[in-house]
């Protein structure tokens, strides 16, 4: 079973030609960073316009890595439907370039610890892992992927269920989520600043410090990390008063 796209012609162009054009201008304009091996990143999931450039800084670094990984686990937080962790009841997903296959041995595997369950109603029209395979698209060839997404469920237990995957080195771990939402620029900018610091200094008496719709997808990477001695490193930060947004 093919999942078609959700979003396309909201959050991006339902053109490939032109969705392809704009997310090469975008990486293009990113910052070069020497950065070559890194292992997750969190990126953003808002439309395009708000949220592709900072999502591009970290794509841009995923062309880098070697070797290159040849399953991506995509982690996000189910925001159309009450869950609890969830993987993919589809084969494959679709976007405007292309069709990618999921890596349903694994998801299989998942299910069997109890701890994941398969919910089509939470991911049908789930935008957040979506928004990110465009940009995998065109970084990456000859992958799969394994679409995960997590409501109410403990990010210690999901981690741990995670582990040996995430120490597999074919294997690269995206976690979907913005920050803050609907705030005054300043008060943005301050409640964003301690999820950040949050994260950098893996701190996990997370309670309350963390703002963010992924707030669990962030959680499990954090415990992941502390475990494995993976030192976090702040590539972009931006909200949408300073991409395509007013600041009040």
Known sequence: ???????????????????????????????????????????????????????????????????????????????????????????????????????????????????????????????????????LQTVADNFFIVPILCGDCDSKQIAQALSPYFLDPTNFFIISSDLSHYLPYETAKTCDNTTIKTILELDQTYENKIDACGKIPIEILLHLAKENNYTPTLIDYKNSGETAGTKD
Request: hydrophobic share 35%.
């Open 1 to 135: 079973m093919n999942r078609p796209p959700a979003v396309a012609g909201t959050f991006y162009p339902t053109s490939p030609q032109e969705l392809s054009e704009e997310i090469n201008a975008l990486i293009n304009q990113t910052t070069h960073i020497e950065f070559p091996s890194p292992k997750a990143f969190i990126v953003p999931h808002a439309g395009y316009i708000y949220s592709g450039q900072v999502a591009a800084a970290g794509f841009a670094l995923l062309k880098q890595k070697r070797p290159f990984p040849t399953t991506y686990f995509l982690i996000g937080p189910a925001h159309r439907s009450y869950t609890s962790a969830t993987v993919s009841c589809y084969d494959s997903y679709e976007t405007p370039l292309g069709t990618i296959p999921i890596n349903n041995i694994i998801g299989n595997e998942l299910l069997t610890s109890g701890l994941f369950k398969q919910d089509l109603a939470a991911e049908a029209s789930e935008h957040c892992l979506e928004v990110q395979l465009p940009f």
